[in-house]
């Protein structure tokens, strides 16, 4: 097994919930009620993308950039 690091953007949602994308796949995006529920999504679909790419015998985009959250209170 071969671990692969993806940078992930979250941002709030105006009506509520959160919404993530990962750049390096495009069309890999989630959304989920809590931080927490949309991290979980996001890396299920990022590794549906990868088995996908598999199936398919293609190479697939990496991202060799590893970002982690932080919060700000202003």
Same mark, same amino acid.
């Given at each position: 097994?071969? =671990?692969?690091?993806?940078? %992930?953007?979250? &941002?709030?949602? !105006? #009506? ?8 390096? =796949?495009?069309?890999?995006? %989630?959304?989920? &009620?809590?931080? !927490? #529920? ?19 015998? !293609? #190479? ?15």
């Amino acid at each position: 097994m071969k =671990l692969y690091n993806y940078k %992930v953007i979250i &941002e709030e949602c !105006e #009506e509520g919930g959160f919404y993530a994308e990962c750049p390096a =796949l495009p069309g890999c995006h %989630v959304e989920g &009620e809590t931080y !927490e #529920e949309t991290m979980k999504e996001m890396k299920e679909a990022v590794k549906n993308f990868i088995e996908d790419y598999r199936s398919r015998n !293609e #190479e697939f985009p990496s991202d060799n950039f590893l970002v982690t959250s932080i919060q700000i209170a202003v």
